[in-house]
């Protein structure tokens, strides 16, 4: 069987612009990156802008995520390629970029699979138009600016000891997320802690996902919370005067980027905060874009729908130019029987048993997603194990629900492998008016915020605050920063803060363990259980099995 | 008076097809980045390679760099445009590509000045084509590969104390001189003390400037240090098998890029060590690939002919299909009253008696370059405070030893700055056969060439070795490494060791601290002085100035 990068690898790619023709744009529109990767030029990305029709907006979201795989960038890149070839409606797809940080660690790129793919896929895995690079260069540039200030006089009074920026890299490295810098002679700074994240889950990458414009991205990395002064005052970026120069190396990135799938579907792939530290959308520019350029937009939230799809719902669709009309549920028999069994050992046999206990979390997040008031529609991802009992089962266990439930084999088959569904799926977004119903209200109060997402979302019976927490959230009151939106950080393996209570737990305590602002993205990061911003590599990493020949023909990514 | 990025921002930029249509390639042979940069491919690079005829080259060297500037790349672009657009020879300029950590400390990027820059210069002073950024995520990507190798079993029993590889980022970070990583829980790695190098200081950027083609790159890697096991064996990044993954990060970084000048001249811009801690000469590939695409190649080593024209000679065209056939030794009347005064202070007036008296650097340099046997010229860059009478005593003290002078004001000017110059050039490297005399003999001992380098290069009288130099060197000699070349880091200011003796001083001990095996690269890095591989920022770093507009125009960049 062929890997997916040798699928991808074996695509003919169109160039660039042929691709960009499809939705209006022009050759001059696009700064190219190769032959089949591209920037919008702002003049381009302006003019869009400007256009009064906005298309329907599609949003992928999944249940909870296993080892088994439930394949919801494939789908969404399937679904995209079966409207715009099969349907021939005006189609594109917005996705986030990949982390390279995690593509050396476990294997699997983030790009699709089988013949549902964007491509080049080596490219969008690793370096792609170097917004990740750009990222990372933003992010300790800004730390060294911040420590260099205290080293050179530090007029403010920035006590070292709370500064709250991290320094980021693009890399997993456990070994960074503790650290203790300035050591040495006298000339090498303070010494104080330290601590680096990877670059994904920096505010900045939520600041380049919310930016609408290089004047708001500016805007907003000046209103970033440094740290405290030793008189107890917030500092914010603005107030040291480094928000021209972190814009300036962000101003590239902030355009999206163009690629096309193996159908040759034009994608929009920009931005990339992880959803269970980060809100885990793709960069707001790059949806409403697409909503300007075509007729239909597919885009995904990361992880399930009590996360990315949550984060969605209640957070990201506020900052584009239109709510989803419509939402995709993804799920696959295998995933459902492992969140009934908790092994991958016995997913090869039928078990229809595992498939109605492991369905209940399926039920929990197509449910969620209905009650935000959104049409729902459920898509099966085929897998060749898969017996017909399993799938008639699964679908009819959808349908006694009133949802609609279909089989599509995208993977496999690309487009043909799922035209009905995505038929199903136009007729759904043009139902009509959709109101978004949000969990909380704007002006609710940080707890109660955290508190109805625990119980409507996740099925929590209760919140408990750690100390910690409790003055987190008394400080965020006293700066009057206690009302904006939550980001709540929690594993995406489980409804609860537990990544090993699978299926749909009920009556479990979720425990929120600190909360902090993030200033310039303009929301509250709350954590709950174990939830770490730096992954480690495992004992066998993918790095062994990566390898570039001769002519640069990269091998080894899955 | 306008600033560089104003006259570069000014300047139309030809389409690169047409820019690299001069020297017989099509956009075929291209991968662009935007309009106005691009990459060659690999059968263009291949092909290019492959034809028989070689170009002259030329090695623009200079005096001891000071606060007054010299104006080398401004010098190697000007000529380049001299030599191209108004003698019409077919010509190429090879460049280093800049570092971006040192443009948001001191004011000054990498890519000359007034009318002679390489365009766009705010980009190439920034993410270029991210060849910066993917060495950073190689050596991070390397380094997180060891500390995860040795967390997770440590077969070979790596001392987590011996590791020489360092971490490094593209961002001046004194903070990060000397760290300790791997704290807090026992999940976080293994506590050890480690250290960030500035990206360009690092063996990986040496071999992306080394490799002749990605097999050579990838065994060159392979071949780095990693550092020694408990049981005092040297342990090879080959021996834990990260090589195929790193070479797959840097297979892109490998491709040359080229770029223009504000006159049009095809310009390769490629590869960025520095000149006093590593080799700092531009890709071994872009030098040879230009010398096959065009008659006159321009290139430039940096800092003064100690460092990068030392190590140019004796090590770098020992990798390049020829020899230099002419070297430019770049001087200013202000630069060289610097070197007698030691301020700035009286630079505007006339001094004569400090122009001699500084006369005495240049004189030093330029017989240096004599001695290797090539033909030298000494180009003096005018400014506008030299008085007729400087300009005359400075080219009658270098044309009394017999060396050819001419002023030039390519900055103000562009290339009808120095056309006649341009044509004394051109001569000077068709004077015939150049037989390169190096320094030291390929079999000499390692003190035997550190102390002909200190001798006939820097004029001291004596080399003193640290205890750990000393342990350095038997390890080098157990190892049987110790007859690699060596890469002297040495400061700028200075022949010496000590950055405040200007001029030409004699007599002076060479203080040598340690000595470090680059075993990818090929050479020892020989430590004297205090030396610095991470930058600091100053108390007004240059950031404070840089700033972006709402379309993305970057100002600030000097």
């Known amino acids: ?23 209006g744009l022009s050759a001059t529109d696009l700064e190219p990156y190769g032959v089949d990767k591209a920037k919008l030029n702002w003049p381009a990305i302006k003019k869009a802008m400007a256009s009064p029709d906005l298309g329907k907006l599609i949003l992928v979201t999944s249940i909870s995520p296993t080892p088994a795989g439930e394949g919801k960038s494939t789908m969404t890149i399937g679904l995209g390629d079966a409207i715009n070839q099969r349907l021939h409606l005006k189609t594109m797809i917005a996705l986030r970029e990949p982390s390279m940080g995690p593509v050396f ?23 792609f138009t170097g917004d990740m690079h750009a990222l990372t260069a933003a992010i300790d540039t800004l730390a060294a600016l911040v420590d260099n200030y205290i080293y050179q006089g530090n007029e403010v009074g920035l006590d070292p000891d709370r500064i709250l920026l991290k320094r980021g890299i693009d890399v997993n ?24 994240a990877i670059t994904v889950a920096n505010e900045l990458m939520a600041i380049l996902c919310l930016a609408t414009d290089i004047a708001d991205l500016k805007q907003r990395i000046g209103l970033m919370l440094v740290g405290y002064s030793r008189a107890e005052q917030p500092v914010y970026v603005k107030d040291l005067g480094f928000e021209g120069a972190i814009a300036a190396l ?14 040759h579907t034009p994608a ?82 039928e078990n229809l048993p595992a498939l109605r206990e492991g369905f209940k979390n399926l039920e929990r997040h197509m449910l969620n997603m209905k009650n935000y008031g959104v049409p729902v529609i459920v898509l099966i991802n085929h897998f060749a194990t898969d017996t017909q009992a399993e799938l008639e089962l699964l679908q009819n266990l959808v349908r006694d629900q009133g949802i609609d439930a279909r089989v599509v084999d995208y993977h496999e088959q690309g487009s043909s492998g799922g035209v009905e569904a995505a038929k199903a799926v ?15 209200q704007a002006d609710d109060a940080v707890k109660s915020k955290i508190a109805k997402v625990a119980k409507k979302i996740y099925h929590a019976s209760q919140v408990e605050y750690s100390e910690q927490a409790e003055q987190d959230i008394d400080e965020l009151v006293k700066m009057g920063k206690d009302k904006l939106p939550v980001i709540i950080a929690k594993t995406q393996y489980s409804f609860t803060d537990n990544q090993k209570l699978l299926g749909a737990p009920t009556d479990f305590t979720l425990h929120v363990k600190g909360a902090s602002l993030k200033n310039g993205a303009g929301f509250i ?19 062994l099995d990566i390898d570039v020949d001769n002519d640069g023909k990269i091998s080894g990514l899955f």
Do not use: C
């Not at 009590?306 to 969605?312: N, R, T, V």
């Open 1 to 23: 069987m062929k890997t997916d990068i040798q699928i991808a690898q074996e695509a003919v790619a169109l160039p660039i612009s042929t691709i960009a023709s499809q939705v």
């Open 105 to 127: 660690g476990l294997k699997g790129g983030a790009t699709g699979g089988g013949q549902a793919q964007v491509i080049p896929m080596e490219d969008i895995n690793l370096h």
């Open 173 to 196: 490295d456990r070994s960074l997320r503790q650290v203790t810098i300035g050591q040495g002679s006298k000339f090498n700074g303070i010494e104080h802690k330290s601590s680096f």
């Open 250 to 263: 962000l101003a590239n990135a902030l355009k999206p980027n163009l690629v096309q799938t193996i159908e």
């Open 268 to 349: 929009l792939v920009h931005g990339g905060p992880f959803a269970n530290i980060a809100h885990g959308a793709n960069s707001v520019i790059a949806t409403n874009l697409a909503l300007h350029l075509s007729d239909y937009v597919l885009t995904e939230a990361g992880f399930g729908s009590d996360l990315g799809g949550q984060k969605f719902m209640d957070f990201v669709s506020n900052h584009l130019e239109k709510k989803p009309d419509a939402s995709v549920v993804v799920a696959t028999v295998r995933a459902l029987k492992y969140q009934a069994e908790g092994t991958t050992d016995r997913l090869n046999e």
């Open 426 to 440: 136009v007729n759904l977004a043009n139902t009509g008016h959709v109101e978004l119903q949000s969990t909380y």
């Open 525 to 543: 990061v709350v954590t709950t259980g174990h939830v770490l911003d730096m992954p480690g590599l495992p004992k066998q990493p993918a790095a």
